[in-house]
């Protein structure tokens, strides 16, 4: 068998119908593309969430109330209000694998400067909060524990609401009103964008939560609790000396049910994975379906090739073609289509990436795992679907093929 003829007899015969060719291809083009397409944007996804979470720290902890059953009914969570200023001391004093801790209560408010109004979140904190957050003050500086004891009306700002107050005038000094009354504005916190999609951290304003209980919300207790753990690997510990804790300060009797929740990030981070790695399975699923028509569509044209070629397959047996030279060719031909196809459904894949990074906003990843397998996986299609055809043609008869009209 001489292969090379053999290629271009194959080649020869793909060229001759070259529109044909390329529609047959084209199925093996789009199920690559979107294989690859929804690949990178899930990467992409998964780069953004990690770094989000990243930057916020896998080492922090939420401590929030937890529902109330009441004649058989359960509220949602929440619905108890029992956390306290003491409760958050209690914990820091006593759990060792603690760093730091920020009491928590907020609300929304419209916030005035001069002739200018905007209506943010107003978040109440500890002095420990931007070393909870990993959040850094871009501009002046952050309240201390001295201003958070006293209640002092002070406030630092997200980067949104001081753009939309003072549109770039300093704001360090100036004096803002929040359910009017009045605040001075000593730092400017630096931009962290959205929080996985879910609101804009840069749109709220973080005053002394003492402040905040006295003079916004007129409470004693507080909302919730942020704590930073020692180390990442300490947190499932510090889960466990929290709760401790916790059911202590709140006399909760041996086997009763915790009146209070504390949230894991690392564990919120990996459900978030586990969430998205199933979207991109389905995703990717739905591209596959794509291929496995592409491939269909090979096999039903390679069909039509071997009833259309009947005598030129009978004329090439009877000069001295072997049913494996037959089998070779059609089954050539079929993996050509197929690879062609995956090399154009790969660029196909890595400019619609580039295109919806651009023009959407998402960050999108194209991996050289992903290309590679569409590429093998479309080899594989055109193997697969394209070796029927191959095979019934050099079964055919020399005889009944050369008398075949």
């Known amino acids: 068998m001489n292969i090379l003829r053999t290629i271009r007899v194959a080649l020869r015969a793909l060229f001759r119908n070259k529109m ?13 593309g979107a294989v690859i397409a929804t690949v990178s944007i899930g990467q992409g996804a998964k780069r953004e969430v990690e770094k989000r979470f990243d930057a916020m720290g896998t080492n922090l902890l939420f401590v929030r109330p937890g529902s109330r059953s009441f004649r058989g009914r359960h509220g949602g969570g929440g619905t108890y ?21 920020s009491p928590s209560v907020s609300t929304r408010a419209q916030v005035v400067y001069g002739n200018k109004n905007w209506n943010t979140s107003i978040y ?10 990993k959040w850094a003050v871009e501009d002046g500086i952050f309240f201390d524990e001295n201003q958070v004891r006293a209640g002092q009306k002070v406030a630092v700002l997200g980067s949104e609401v001081n753009e939309n107050l003072f549109e770039g005038a300093d ?25 996985g999609g879910w609101f804009n951290r840069d749109d709220q304003i973080v005053i002394p939560y003492t402040t905040a209980q006295r003079r916004l919300l007129g409470i004693i207790h507080i909302q919730s609790i942020d704590i930073s753990a020692v180390s ?3 947190t499932t510990e510090a889960v466990e ?44 699923g739905i591209a596959c379906v794509s291929l496995l028509v592409g491939g269909i569509g090979i096999m039903n044209i390679m069909l039509v090739s071997v009833t259309e070629r009947i005598r030129e397959i009978g004329i090439r047996m009877s000069v ?5 030279d037959i089998l070779f060719q059609f089954l050539l031909e079929a993996i050509v289509l197929s690879v062609l196809g995956g090399v154009l459904g790969i660029l196909l894949g890595v ?55």
């Not at 209000?81 to 730091?100: F, G, H, R, T, W």
């Not at 109440?124 to 957050?133: A, E, M, N, Q, T």
């Not at 001295?320 to 494996?324: F, S, T, V």
Request: net charge negative; proline share 4%.
């Open 241 to 284: 000396q929290i709760e401790e804790v916790l059911r202590i300060q709140h006399k909760i009797a041996p086997g009763a049910e915790d009146d209070f929740n504390v949230s894991n990030m690392a564990e919120i981070a990996e459900g978030a994975a586990e969430s998205r790695d199933v979207l991109i399975f389905l995703l990717g």
């Open 81 to 101: 209000v029992n956390l306290m200023p003491s409760d958050a001391k209690a914990i820091l004093e006593k759990c060792d694998a603690v760093q730091y801790i």
């Open 351 to 405: 400019g619609a990436s580039r295109l919806i990074s651009i023009i959407a906003g998402w960050q999108t990843l194209v991996s050289n795992f992903s290309v590679v397998v569409a590429f093998f996986f479309s080899g594989i299609v055109g193997i697969v679907f394209g070796f029927f055809p191959a095979f019934k043609a050099s079964k055919l008869d020399p005889i009944d093929a050369l008398r075949y009209e």
């Open 124 to 133: 109440g904190v500890s002095d420990k909060y931007p070393d909870i957050r």
């Open 20 to 32: 044909r060719s390329l529609l047959t291809a084209l199925g093996i083009i789009i199920g690559v």
């Open 171 to 195: 704001p360090i000094g100036q004096i803002i009103r929040i359910k009017k009354i009045p605040f001075s504005v000593i730092g400017v916190l630096e931009e962290k964008g959205e929080s």
């Open 232 to 234: 990442m690997e300490r």
């Open 320 to 324: 001295g073609a072997r049913e494996k």
